[in-house]
């Protein structure tokens, strides 16, 4: 099992990239916490919020499981100023505009996760975006949902970011910035990247991106516990999380599992969001449990959690000359419960 002198010996061969001294030499290892084979680091860098910074972050996480953790949990601060001048300093930052991953920023990171495909976690992802942006919110989606990308599908969007000076500049639709792996590939084809690879892409997401300025990221995340899910837990240490699921005993039992991963991670779970949660006649207003009845309440009851919203089995309008197939107008009775789960959401994250 790994000992604490095997995780120092490791950061011993981490260099800080705008230091270009190992983190033991820049003294940056803060803290060091060894359980049963799981490593919770505390790192202090030159600066933080960086590319760089997503460089280290990997390579630490790398380099601690191969001497064996079973996990890797990152906090990271930065050096103090007296610090970099016993260093040496540092240059200025090559990194350019407001750093969605910075300490300070006042960007709300909400991860829309599952435990299972199927259950309508982009159907949610979506809709919550949209409507956080018609109450004024400044909002960013990120699909990184890699091998099973559909937002901009499911938006209607057609356009593909621009590239201007080496940034990434979002596509808008509905005011929300939306980012997906499929403006990256062609024709439909199929992602057979390897983790590493999936990695770089979604760290890109977030530092090559001009994002400017905004109140909420949401993240629709593959479902499960994968590896793009783990490297998310570990990019945003201060990440919220909506789970999604159906009434169905068996969704719920393993949303449970994506909820778990959750509270080990030390991210908090704003609640539970339950689709496809009855269909409504139309004729007779009698609502029909077609996937059975209480699984979103027996999560929320584990996960000791807030039930943010039911969803129920519905269509949006299509409107031809604005095809947007997944999006529920303001005033569509499913898009009015998406109001009110959004507003949920807005009082649960500015206490």
Do not use: C
């Not at 435990?115 to 990184?144: E, F, M, P, Q, Y």
């Not at 899910?229 to 949303?255: G, R």
């Not at 704003?270 to 029909?288: C, D, H, P, Q, W």
Request: charged letters at 25%.
């Amino acid at each position: 099992m790994i000992t604490e002198q095997q995780v120092m010996e490791a950061l011993n061969r981490v260099k800080d990239r705008d230091l270009n001294k190992s983190l033991v030499e820049t003294g940056g290892i803060r803290e060091v916490k060894v359980k049963d084979g799981n490593v919770s680091l505390k790192i202090a860098l030159a600066k933080t919020g960086t590319a760089e910074q997503m460089e280290v972050q990997q390579e630490i996480v790398n380099v601690i499981k191969g001497e064996g953790a079973n996990s890797v949990g990152l906090r990271f601060e930065e050096l103090t100023e007296e610090e970099l001048q016993k260093l040496g300093g540092v240059g200025e930052a090559s990194f350019q505009g407001p750093s969605l991953l910075a300490p300070n920023s006042p960007t709300t990171f909400i991860a829309v996760t599952s435990g299972k495909g199927g259950v309508g976690k982009s159907t949610v992802s979506v809709n919550l975006a949209t409507t956080l942006a018609r109450l004024g919110k400044n909002v960013g989606l990120i699909d990184a949902d890699i091998y099973g990308f559909s937002v901009p599908d499911m938006m209607g969007i057609e356009d593909r970011p621009k590239v201007i000076a080496d940034r990434i500049y979002p596509v808008e639709r509905f005011g929300v910035k939306v980012i997906s792996m499929g403006f990256f590939v062609e024709d439909n084809a199929p992602v057979i990247w390897r983790g590493p690879m999936l990695g770089k892409m979604i760290n890109q997401f977030f530092t090559d991106v001009e994002w400017g300025e905004l109140d909420y990221l949401i993240l629709d995340l593959p479902p499960g516990t994968g590896d793009v899910a783990l490297d998310l837990h570990t990019m945003l240490p201060h990440s919220k999380e909506i789970l999604v699921t159906t009434p169905h005993a068996t969704a719920a039992f393993v949303a449970a599992r994506a909820g778990t991963m959750a509270i080990k991670t030390h991210h908090e779970i704003l609640g539970v969001i339950e689709n496809m949660a009855y269909f409504e006649s139309r004729t007779t207003g009698e609502k029909e449990y077609v996937f059975g009845r209480g699984g979103g309440e027996r999560l929320t009851e584990e996960l000791k959690t807030d039930l943010l919203g039911q969803i129920p089995l519905g269509q949006p309008e299509i409107d031809k000359a604005d095809f947007a197939p997944s999006i529920y107008a303001a005033d569509h009775p499913i898009g009015e419960i998406y109001t009110q789960v959004a507003k949920r959401v807005i009082e649960k994250t500015t206490k």
